[in-house]
């Protein structure tokens, strides 16, 4: 990371390097951003993590599943970009054995 990096692009830049791979968790763009690197409130982190998604799925380069771990096992979806509007109070932050993943 470098100094004058934005929380929103670094994010940006980790999570499509974790979809260059395969699915991202949701409560991982949390996890990611509660480093001491930014020092953002927990609503912060919740406003990035909630743009950065919205921004990938308009991009195309994933879409949005509820799954089911350990294997991705998909539940629900795709889910459009603004079903992420609907969990700004409830932003994941842990992982659960369904949980919403970005998948390429």
């Known amino acids: 990371m470098t100094e004058r990096e934005a929380p929103r692009e670094w994010l940006t830049r980790e999570v ?52 089911k771990w350990p294997k991705d096992e998909v539940l629900a979806g795709p889910f459009e970009a603004e079903f992420i509007d609907t969990l700004s109070a409830t932003f994941p932050s842990a992982p659960t054995e369904h949980y919403l993943a970005l998948l390429p």
């Open 16 to 67: 499509d390097d974790l979809l260059s791979v395969g699915s991202v968790g949701l409560y991982e763009f949390m996890q990611l951003l509660s480093g001491d690197e930014f020092d953002l409130s927990e609503s912060d982190r919740k406003a990035v993590a909630i743009e950065v998604t919205r921004e990938i799925i308009h991009s195309g380069r994933a879409k949005l599943y509820e799954v």
